[in-house]
Structure formats: structure tokens, C-alpha cells
């Protein structure tokens, strides 16, 4: 795997997970962990750093190309 693969499979997988956290809170999805219910800010502050690196990966993507 060179690293242009790498870094489209890495961007697709942050974005999946973005993706999900936006869907949890669009639909009210509630986790829960054990006893412990994990709270929508979670999510939020998941969405920040999941999109994030998404986007950062896809303009190395688009750097290598």
C-alpha cells in the first residue's frame, strides 16, 4: 500500500465516523457504555475532530495527486 492509498482509506474511515457522530445527534441515538450514558457533547466534539482529520486528508490526497 503506497501512501496515497493509505491516506484515501484513512480519509474515508475519519469521514464514516464523522458521519455517524452527525447521524447521532440528527437522530437522538443515545449510547451507552456500560452503566454510563455518554452525552451528545461527546459527539459534537467527535464530529470537530473526525471531520477535521477528513478534511486534512483529502487535501494531502489532492497534494500528492
Do not use: C, E, Q
Amino acid at each position: 500500500m503506497n501512501t496515497k492509498d493509505y491516506l484515501i482509506v484513512s480519509t474515508i474511515i475519519f469521514a464514516v465516523v464523522a458521519v455517524m457522530h452527525l447521524l447521532r445527534l440528527v437522530l437522538g441515538w443515545s449510547v451507552v457504555l456500560g452503566m454510563t450514558s455518554v452525552p451528545f457533547w461527546v459527539s459534537l466534539l467527535a464530529i470537530l475532530v473526525f471531520a477535521s482529520l477528513a478534511i486534512w486528508g483529502l487535501s494531502l490526497v489532492r497534494r500528492i495527486s
